[in-house]
């Protein structure tokens, strides 16, 4: 019988192990936020803002816009209110992508004057 029970144990630390190991070696989630110009603009200028995320823990973020020609488009830290990155879209469907290193803010983007569809999306 003491054999059995210490093969059981064997067996239950061994899957413990083993999914604790699996568990450490799961990456990081990375965080995202984005925004689609809408179709109806109202009165004034069509517009859309990210929500906000952190700089990963290797202090950067990916900035991705596609825009219609002469689009403005801004990413800024929500706590100091400074621009990051920041430009005009190229239009024919052309992806603009920046990586911008050694943030340690929250940040959000904002295309200010865009085309229907237009689309800003921030990753860390």
Do not use: E, H
Request: with cysteine; glycine share 12%.
């Amino acid at each position: 019988m003491r054999f059995i029970k210490g093969r059981a144990f064997a067996a239950a630390l061994a899957s413990v192990l083993a999914a604790g190991t699996l568990l450490a070696a799961a990456p990081a989630q990375a965080a995202s936020a984005s925004c689609t110009a809408p179709f109806y603009k109202g009165t004034g200028y069509r517009t859309c803002t990210t929500g906000s995320i952190p700089a990963n823990s290797a202090r950067y973020i990916n900035i991705s816009v596609t825009a219609c020609k002469g689009s403005p488009w801004r990413v800024w830290d929500t706590g100091t209110g400074v621009t990051i990155a920041s430009g005009v879209g190229n239009g024919q469907n052309t992806v603009i992508t920046r990586k911008v290193t050694g943030l340690y803010g929250n940040y959000k983007g904002k295309l200010t004057d865009a085309c229907w569809q237009d689309k800003i999306i921030l990753t860390s």
